[in-house]
């Protein structure tokens, strides 16, 4: 046989062993479990919300079918299993699952009784919401930064140029390797009266921007029960719990629960409810009913055996002992700016994304200048040509080369003589020639207000307010989960849940 040559590496399987598991730490870290702080979005969901503005499924265009976007997504650039990219289009779409979605689902998306019910992604269809709008409308404006896809056949975005804060406003969770993320869902208008808050005053403090975003704000509502001071101890470190209860009220003595807490199914908590009452654990309550329907999402119906029965300390109970009120962990744990991974307070996360839009506005403006600059070059030209009309025209007609020649005679630049030769006869008009003045004086007004712009900390500031401001207004919604302040849920004890029934005892004189 012949020997071959083969170059090997030959290193201590420990060291392999040691760089391979961090190369995939690393991975799953920047690349898979945690959002990034300037669009709130993990790489998944940023590239399905890019790959659908790509196939034109905006806001108002028609419905398509989910399997071509997850098509689109995985063939292009996540080259993935079809179901995980699938499952998180659903959860991108869900209203019971984000607080503002980004997609507008068509048919069977699941029901917040049981999230995973959804359809197959050859039944569903879908587009962009008008919200996802905030994310994509400053995509092609030189704003952000672009890398190749997985075979670096295509580019795509690094970070979508959001003009909310979309991470404090949707929320996400994930788990990485030796770390994890969960950040809450927010209000719109407190979230973004306090960016506005930070951009006036730099020096606001935690406990003034605690006045103006008081909670987290659930999708499918119900009450915040944590104490002010732990949510503000929370927001302080980026770390913390927040406790979430079911709302109820009463309705011919019945007691009608009308919300849940946030990820819990109305069949589980009547499951739990109901094994209290077969094992003889809630005498006090004589039925359950599920009654819920299209118009009222969640109504579950408990019946008291009595009017004597304390509601408020079965409530208590039911608080304790199911779903009807859960704990959920808050960690502020975010890839920054820096492209690191690191976890935040609530004001360092504001400013950061203050920060972010920053670069993302001055870029903006930046990148407009560009062009009309370069437009203003090219109509610079026109005005000449139009000037010395009979003349260029020779040059054109008789000249072996008239482009250097019209350069030669009119000392133009070669993109201006380039567009003076794609002229066509029809803008020869003199009616043409006062577009161009028009067009020129439109721009040089644009171009000055650019510069100043650009060239003042205040005026970007103001820019970013009333653009704030703006979207604060469009997309702005009122709170959904009420901030209470309750009394920690008690279980009952079992001499409380024995029924107090009329009792005869006869006793005879001499205890015989």
């Known amino acids: 046989m012949r020997e071959e040559n083969f170059d090997i590496e030959q290193i201590p399987l420990r060291e392999f062993a040691e760089r391979a598991y961090l190369d995939y730490s690393m991975y799953v870290i920047l690349d898979r479990a945690l959002p990034h702080i300037g669009d709130g979005l993990k790489p998944v969901q940023r590239r399905i919300i890019y790959a659908m503005s790509e196939l034109g499924m905006d806001f108002g265009s028609k419905y398509k079918k989910s399997a071509r976007t997850v098509g689109e997504v995985i063939g292009k650039f996540h080259p993935h299993g079809d179901s995980a990219c699938y499952e998180a289009m659903v959860l991108l779409a869900q209203p019971f699952s984000t ?45 952000t930064d672009w890398e190749p896809n997985f075979d670096g056949t295509l580019e795509e975005p690094v970070v979508l140029p959001a003009r909310l804060p979309n991470l404090l406003l949707n929320g996400t969770t994930g788990i990485a390797v030796g770390m994890a993320t969960d950040v809450p869902p927010h209000n719109i208008r407190e979230v973004g009266a306090a960016c ?83 094992s003889k654990k809630l005498p006090m309550l004589e039925d359950l009913r599920d009654e819920s329907d299209h118009e009222n999402q969640v109504r579950l119906v408990l019946v008291p055996r009595s009017k004597r029965v304390d509601v408020d300390s079965l409530m208590q109970h039911l608080f304790a002992t199911t779903d009807l009120e859960r704990n959920y962990r808050v960690n502020l744990n975010v890839i920054g700016n820096d492209g690191l991974p690191a976890v935040k307070n609530i004001k360092e996360t504001l400013k950061e994304w203050l920060a972010f839009r920053l670069d993302t506005v001055t870029r903006r403006l930046q990148f407009r200048l560009d062009k009309v600059n370069a437009r203003l070059h090219i109509l610079e030209g026109f005005l000449v040509a139009f000037i010395s009309l009979d003349e260029v025209i020779r040059i054109i007609r008789e000249e072996d080369a008239p482009k250097s020649s019209l350069q030669k005679t009119f000392k133009l630049s070669e993109s201006q003589v380039i567009a003076i030769l794609e002229l066509r006869l029809r ?23 650019l510069g100043k712009t650009l060239g003042s900390k205040q005026r970007m500031r103001t820019l970013i307010r009333s653009e704030i401001q703006n979207d604060i207004e469009k997309y702005g919604d009122s709170r959904r989960c009420l901030l209470k302040e309750r009394e920690p849920a008690r279980a009952l004890s079992e001499m409380d849940m024995l029924p107090s029934d009329p009792v005869t005892v006869v006793l005879s004189e001499k205890g015989w």
């Open 427 to 449: 803008q020869l008009a003199k009616l043409e020639e006062e577009r161009i003045r028009t067009e020129l004086n439109e721009l040089e007004e644009e171009k000055n207000w």
């Open 99 to 143: 607080r503002y979605p980004l997609i507008d689902g068509q048919g069977n998306w699941g029901s917040g009784d049981d999230p995973k019910s959804f359809a197959a992604m050859r039944y569903t269809e879908a587009r962009l919401t008008s919200y996802s709008d905030a994310l994509l409308s400053e995509l092609m404006q030189g704003t």
């Open 196 to 278: 506005i808050k930070l951009l006036e005053a730099p020096k606001t403090t935690i406990k003034e921007i605690c006045s103006l975003i008081k909670g987290p704000d659930y999708p499918g509502g119900g009450e915040i029960i944590t104490p002010p001071n732990e949510l503000r101890e929370m927001y302080e470190t980026g770390v913390g719990a927040v406790k979430l209860r079911a709302t109820f009220s009463y309705e011919n003595e019945n007691v009608i629960i009308s919300t849940l807490p946030y990820q819990t199914s109305s069949s589980k908590v009547l499951e739990q409810i109901a094994t209290q009452m077969k």
